[in-house]
């Protein structure tokens, strides 16, 4: 049979090829011929010294060659399940880079939702009087097939203290991630501990060495015993010559590595299949072989017909054993190779590699698209609240996939808030995180951003929040003052910027200009801070520092024709644009100035506040938003919000407080409807 990668481009010849090659007796019939025992492929994904941003493939023999590309991992190192599941292969990316679903043979690779920071393994906070959500902290999966539907399921298994849960991702499906109908059992799994799918059934081994089995088709769960006199030294559970298999031995040292085959899987009996002795190596061999992770991968035949063990290691190297002198043969190591030498880790970056023409399947996204039914009403919820949303995605399957889906996400955003009155949100007390809704005090859940340098800046405009629209992902930029001096006009500035799902701060360089203690504001891919008069090189004109999210690249813009003598200014966005508010004390009034191209500024709207003073002035009051649907502006003094009608030249006080009832000011923040969550989820 012609390798997959061959068989796959005759798919282009016609539709017919296409249909006869897609048909699923090919595509079994060409993993029986194209995947012979005993001839060990194997799947290699490192990050060695000579990396190139690949995956390599090897068998015993043969040179290392290059398989696919691994851009799909955006952090991290890939780790692999040690062996394939019906052609397909299940990866973790290390560092919260979430789960792949890879077919190496074509390339395709399918992205699991909700992998990277789980949903369940973040507190939630409860809402409207409901409970709170369970919290757990520890989760391993699984890639599993039913032969009945002909069907891949990725399996998850999440545990905390007192309960577990368990839920089914099925390939190629409308549907979102599912609870099984039977609830699993108490068991303590790890993430490092992927599943081992075997007989129709995925096997979770559990911290005490018990193993909880998934039936694929049923989808009930049973468990199976460790072997009889198991002492706990990191075991490994794999597949091995049409066996369960289960070893343990600690790594890293010269202690002796026990293997066992699940013989009679019904009653549970373990068979001691051998025990490598490593201190009877030799030393080089003792040395060069001494890993973080070793693990078994399959048996083969050796070129004098003996019947080995095939191992792998945490730096990549490979070797076998026989069942009666224990002597290891080295089969591969990746110094001097594509590869490059690799660092012990102490996870196994390598594992088994079939010849696989079936597809990974589709994205949510793409099964959303192409469904007219689920198109159609796409095209009606995305106009609803987000609240709203959120509670519909609990009718069906369906519903709930498509709005988890990123294409829906997005698109909500812009139509759920298009010509809607804004939602104003007031920050009672920002040390506690203390929100509440002008409109009805509704309890509402944040994300709490600590920068790791306090400096007093965090709620002076320093820091901004924006979207970088190419990876989906939330950017905040925090910018501080590591001097300032306003009799010299001295200063120096430090910039950082991280995504929110990622803890670590990436040092940038600072923007030219100093940084104005006013709120900055994000629009159209850029955050824009006002530059600080006092310090610098001394101006008249009035400027702006803006952060290009993509880049990582300040620039300064010119500002509107305003005169910081005149009174103060502050910056904002409306309808997607940047406007600047420009006051002037001594007329009382602020002119909104919006930016129509790069140094192109036009009055937008003007606010007369002479008749609302001393309560507003043009000195205390800030304007923040312009409603779309009666063109009244939103303002704010600090201890009041109000509603100016600029075609009245009316002022409604929509909310106040008293200086003895409230120990500072209040904050005001607009909100947008979204399904958006801070760490990237839905």
């Known amino acids: 049979m012609e390798p997959s990668e061959a068989a796959a481009r005759f798919r282009c010849l016609s539709y017919e090829w296409f249909a006869t090659l897609s048909s699923d007796y090919f595509v079994d019939l060409h993993v029986r011929r194209s995947n012979r025992p005993g001839r060990p492929r194997l799947l290699l994904a490192p990050v060695g010294s000579l990396y190139d941003g690949h995956i390599y493939s090897w068998k015993p023999g043969g040179p290392v060659e290059r398989l696919m590309t691994d851009d799909f991992a955006s952090n991290g190192l890939l780790v692999p399940n040690t062996k394939p599941c019906h052609g397909l292969v299940l990866m973790r990316c290390t560092d919260h880079g979430g789960y792949f679903v890879c077919n190496p043979c074509t390339g395709e690779v ?187 991968l399959a048996m083969y035949h050796s070129d004098d017909g003996q019947r080995k063990i095939m191992f792998g290691t945490g730096s990549c190297k490979v070797f076998g054993v026989d069942f009666d002198s224990n002597t290891p043969e080295i089969l591969f190591t990746p110094d001097g190779t594509i590869i490059g030498s690799c660092e012990d880790d102490s996870n196994l970056p390598l594992c088994l590699f079939e010849e696989y023409l079936g597809p990974v399947g589709r994205t949510i996204d793409e099964m959303v698209l192409s469904s007219p039914i689920t198109k159609a009403w796409s095209d009606i919820l995305k106009w609803l609240p987000g609240r709203s949303v959120s509670e519909l995605n609990l009718v069906c399957r369906e519903w709930r996939a498509m709005i988890m889906a990123d294409c829906f996400i997005h698109s909500h955003v812009i139509h759920a808030n298009l010509n809607k ?84 701060w990436i040092l940038v360089d600072p923007p030219p200009r100093p940084i104005a203690d006013v709120p900055p504001v994000y629009a159209s891919g850029k955050i824009y801070w006002m530059v600080d008069p006092e310090l610098g090189q001394f101006s008249l004109s009035c400027e702006i520092v803006a952060f290009n999210v993509e880049t990582d690249e300040f620039e300064v813009l010119q500002g509107p024709p305003c005169s ?59 304007p923040l938003v312009v409603n779309p649907k009666d063109g009244r502006i939103f303002l704010n003094t600090g201890l009041s919000l109000g509603y100016y009608d600029p075609k009245m030249v009316a002022l409604e006080t929509i909310y106040s407080v008293g200086i003895l009832e409230h120990a500072g000011k209040i904050c005001p923040i607009i909100c947008d409807e979204s399904l958006v969550r801070p760490l990237g989820r839905t």
């Open 110 to 296: 399918l992205a699991l939702p909700d992998s990277k920071l789980p949903l369940k393994m973040t507190l939630r906070i409860a809402t409207r009087g409901q409970p709170e959500a369970p919290y757990f902290f520890e989760v391993a999966y699984g890639l599993g097939y039913c032969s009945i539907t002909r069907q891949h399921k990725v399996v998850r298994l999440f545990r905390n203290i007192e309960v577990s849960s368990c839920e089914v991702f099925e390939l190629d499906t409308p549907a979102y991630w599912r609870p099984t109908a039977e609830q699993p059992p108490l068991c303590h799994v790890k993430e490092q501990k992927m599943a081992v799918f075997f007989n129709g059934y995925l096997h979770f081994l559990c911290t005490d060495a018990s193993i909880t089995t998934f039936n694929t088709c049923s989808e009930t769960f049973g468990s199976l015993p460790p072997p009889t006199g198991f002492v706990n030294a990191s075991p490994v559970l794999t597949e091995l010559d049409g066996y369960l298999c289960f070893c343990y031995g600690e790594p890293d040292t010269d202690d002796p590595y026990h293997v066992f085959l699940l013989r009679d899987y019904m009653k549970g009996r373990w068979e001691k299949l051998c025990c490598i002795d490593r201190m009877a190596w030799p030393e080089s061999e003792r040395m060069l072989l001494r890993s973080l992770c070793i693990a078994p």
């Open 421 to 504: 009155s804004p939602r104003i949100m007031v920050v009672l007390d920002p040390r506690f995180g203390h929100y509440m809704d002008l409109k009805d005090f509704v309890g509402h859940t944040y994300l709490y951003i600590k920068p790791d340098v306090d400096d007093g800046t965090l709620f002076a405009g320093r820091m901004g929040l924006a979207f970088d629209s190419a990876i989906n992902k939330h950017v905040l930029v925090h910018i501080t003052y590591k001097e300032k001096n306003l009799e010299t006009r001295e200063y120096e500035l430090q910039c950082k910027f991280r995504y929110v799902d990622i803890q670590e």
């Open 564 to 622: 910081h003598e005149k009174g103060r200014m502050s910056i904002l966005q409306i309808g997607g644009a940047l406007c600047v508010a420009c006051s002037n004390k001594s007329m009382n009034v602020i002119d909104i100035w919006r930016m129509k191209d790069i140094g192109t500024w036009l009055i937008e709207h003007h606010i007369e506040l002479s008749g609302f003073s001393p309560e507003y002035s043009s000195e205390n009051t800030t």
